[in-house]
Each structure stands twice: as structure tokens, then as C-alpha cells.
Nanobody, 124 residues
């Protein structure tokens, strides 16, 4: 069983930056593909970014490509999401999640473990 705890959310002005962290415990962290998803009020959860177990391969939603960077530190069992040039439309609850299935990395349903989420609010 893997437990995930996100942190780093908050309120920021448009154009600003935030770094989210997700600390994992209870499993072999390096074996898992880690993903970030988000859900805005009244909208479905959407894929944001994902990173392979070794950290060598990443994938991003088009809406965040070039602005967000996912990374991981397997020694610390932590995955990060650096968010730059934030826009009001980035406002959402951000969740980290873990899966073993790289081919299904963009599908939330393929992720076995989820954190509780952290709120990101971008003001205009």
C-alpha cells in the first residue's frame, strides 16, 4: 500500500510560480510511474504530467507543456511539479497518483494510489 501526501499549493497571481511536492511512503517508490492530475470546480479530472519510475521520461498535457516541469527524487520518495507562468485557468485541486502502467499513464483510472489533493488558486 502506497500513501501519497501533496503539499505546496496556495494562492498566486497570474504569471507567478508554485512548486508542488508529493511525498510517498509504504512502497518501492522507484517502481511507480508518478502522475499529476487536477480537477477544477464543475469540471472532470484531467491529466497534467507524468514521469517514469527512473525519471528519464516525462509526458505533459498540451495545456501545460513548456510551463510545468515534473521531476522526482527517488532517494526522497518524492515527486515534484514546478509550475511557472501560471494562469487563472490553472486553478484546481492538484492530485498526485501512482501507477505501474506506463502505457496508460494519461488515464486516471489506471492509477492505483492517490493523494488527498492540494488547492492551487491563480488570481488574475
Amino acid at each position: 500500500q502506497v500513501q501519497l501526501v501533496e503539499s505546496g499549493g496556495g494562492l498566486v497571481q497570474a504569471g507567478g510560480s508554485l512548486r508542488l511536492s508529493c511525498a510517498a511512503s509504504g512502497g518501492t517508490f522507484g517502481r511507480y510511474v508518478m502522475g499529476w492530475f487536477r480537477q477544477a470546480p464543475g469540471k472532470e479530472r484531467e491529466f497534467v504530467a507524468t514521469i517514469s519510475g527512473g525519471g528519464g521520461t516525462t509526458d505533459y498535457a498540451d495545456s501545460v507543456k513548456g510551463r510545468f516541469t515534473i521531476s522526482r527524487d527517488n532517494a526522497k520518495s518524492t515527486v515534484y511539479l514546478q509550475m511557472n507562468s501560471l494562469k487563472p485557468e490553472d486553478t484546481a485541486v492538484y492530485y498526485c497518483a501512482a501507477t505501474s502502467a506506463w502505457p496508460m499513464r494519461r488515464r486516471g483510472a489506471s492509477y492505483n494510489y492517490w493523494g488527498q489533493g492540494t488547492q492551487v488558486t491563480v488570481s488574475s
